[in-house]
């Protein structure tokens, strides 16, 4: 008999180590020294005066042409033609020197440590208190972006996909954000309303090229900012490879206040929940300790009822063999919004992975999805094994296991030939996906011989024949008489 469960809460996962903090650092007023009078030193000088901090320059050389040419108009930068003191540090919010030799460089960096002063020496990461790294500036927007010194290309070309990402106008959408803020404040919204609203503002900013933002968007936000009544979305979160979410079910995680995930989930997209969320586990695993259907509901709809954005997520596609029906029947009963956001269910992710094409000129005219887990976990009564011998059909079999060997028997009894490939797929689209490509009659030996503990799932019919993998095993088969494995 299944053992029951109950919903438990799950952690979010560590912060991961950090490189390096960043951090935004407010400069307008302050005094900063920059040393040095080639390129670099320059660079730095006119990019920290741009923050509106008042920059010493210290060339250490007499001014020649160049430098009057670069910071002719720029009035917070200040010419010095000596060499930097160590008394010139005092008072400084950060100190830059592009030094001549490791001595210069040594000799700047004990000044800045007597100082306290946070200290950059250009091209010397190993010297460096902080680093620049690449900035997309649409300023308010500022994105900051290091490697850590790996690849500054690599940062620059991100910097490059960033600024082609953003809309134009971005910053002006920012400027109205900032005037609005103290209007949300003040307003009579519910906390849960006025993050609605900013996450509607923030996606009409970023789809925003066409748009012109104005004033009177504030009221049409408001508009469309929901009520404050709880909602539930029956997200598909695909077979595990997060590649696999549409941008649907990430916007659902992103806006959760409660996610209850199914054991099918994997963790790789349980990392995309809002941090502030609580995530809930309510896994139901056929033949494994599970939670009640009933306690689901419970639990979903309490959360619902208490306000709140709940996201039920389910592995694959919500509308595949995921008890949709009873979850969206309790929803419509108690009269709470429900929204179905659908994923990749596993037999696209294991047919894309394989790279072979589930219908087929040659081979298939017709897909079906089979459960081998109906009601009472036995093999639902009324399967059409006619349909499973069809030649022409793709069938795969979720949930194959605990019925196989009388799926198999009774699938030959129909007339499908013993020789038709068929495949295991555990663990499909994750680390460690496992291909058992043998054929029809072998099946249910195959699943005697693996031990369960990841998802399965069954693939017959002459689609595979389109797979590289399915002749070599062929091959091997002849061979050896055993099924191989191939990993992915
Ligand atoms: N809604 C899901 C199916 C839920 S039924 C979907 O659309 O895919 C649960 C079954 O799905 C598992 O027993 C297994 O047969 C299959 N399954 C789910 N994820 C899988 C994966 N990553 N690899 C192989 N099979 C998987």
Redesign the pocket.
């Known amino acids: 008999m299944t053992q029951i469960r109950i919903p438990k809460p799950i952690s979010h996962q560590k912060m991961q180590d950090l490189a390096n903090l960043p951090l935004f650092h407010k400069l307008n007023n302050r005094r900063i020294i920059v040393a040095g009078h080639e390129v670099g030193a320059m660079w730095k000088a006119e990019l920290l005066a741009a923050t509106g901090a008042h920059i010493d320059l210290f060339l250490g050389i007499p001014i020649n042409q160049e430098h009057k040419r670069v910071f002719d108009k720029i009035e917070n930068v200040i010419l010095h033609e000596r060499r930097w003191h160590k008394d010139d540090l005092k008072n400084s919010a950060l100190a830059v020197c592009q030094s001549i030799s490791n001595e210069d460089a040594i000799a700047f960096i004990t000044a800045a440590r007597e100082n306290s002063v946070l200290v950059n020496i250009i091209d010397k990461p190993e010297y460096c208190d902080f680093t620049f790294g690449a900035i997309v500036n649409r300023s308010p927007l500022v994105i900051g972006i290091s490697t850590d010194g790996a690849s500054p290309a690599l940062g620059q070309e991100l910097r490059g996909r960033l600024e082609i990402m953003l809309p134009q106008k971005i910053a002006k959408w920012l400027n109205l954000a900032a005037a609005w803020r103290p209007k949300i404040k003040k307003s009579d919204l519910e906390p849960k309303q006025k993050r609605d609203f900013w996450h509607i503002f923030a996606r009409k900013a970023l789809e925003a090229n066409i748009q012109e933002p104005n004033d009177e968007l504030f009221e049409s936000l408001l508009m469309q900012t929901p009520s404050n009544e709880g909602n539930v979305s029956l997200v ?1 979160a ?3 490879d997060p590649e696999l979410l549409t941008i649907g079910a990430l916007r659902a995680l992103q806006s959760a206040d409660v996610v209850l995930v ?1 054991d ?1 989930v ?1 963790q790789d997209i349980i990392d995309f929940v809002r941090r502030e969320a609580d995530i809930i586990s309510v896994g139901k ?2 033949h494994k300790p599970s939670n009640s259907q009933d306690s689901i509901i419970k639990t979903m709809i309490d959360h619902a009822k208490a306000g709140k954005n709940v996201v039920r997520l ?9 008890r949709a029906t009873e979850e969206i029947k309790a929803c419509e009963a108690q009269g709470i919004p429900i929204k179905i956001i659908p ?5 696209q ?2 047919a894309a992975s394989l790279g072979i094409s589930m219908t087929d000129r040659e081979y298939s005219y017709k897909v079906q ?1 089979i ?3 109906g009601k009472n976990g036995s093999l639902p009564q009324g399967i059409n094994f006619d349909a499973i011998a069809d030649k022409h059909a793709t069938t795969f ?5 605990h019925t196989i060997n009388v799926f198999v028997e009774k699938a030959l009894q129909s007339g499908i030939s013993r020789e038709t490939p068929a495949a295991i ?6 680390q460690g ?1 496992k291909n058992i490509i043998t054929t029809i009659a072998q099946i249910p030996h195959c699943f005697a011989e693996i031990e369960y503990d ?5 693939i017959i019919g002459d689609v595979l024949k389109n797979s590289n993998a399915y002749h070599e095993a062929m091959a091997n088969f002849k061979e050896t008489q055993k099924a191989p494995e191939l990993e992915t």
Request: net charge positive.
């Open positions: 598909g695909g077979p595990g199914d099918l994997s695993r056929g389910k592995g694959g596609d919500v509308l595949v063999f995921g994923g990749i269910t596993t037999a992710g294991v999805y459960t081998g887990s079999v979720y949930m194959p296991r797929i555990i663990n499909a689209t994750r996906q990841r998802p399965e799932i069954l």
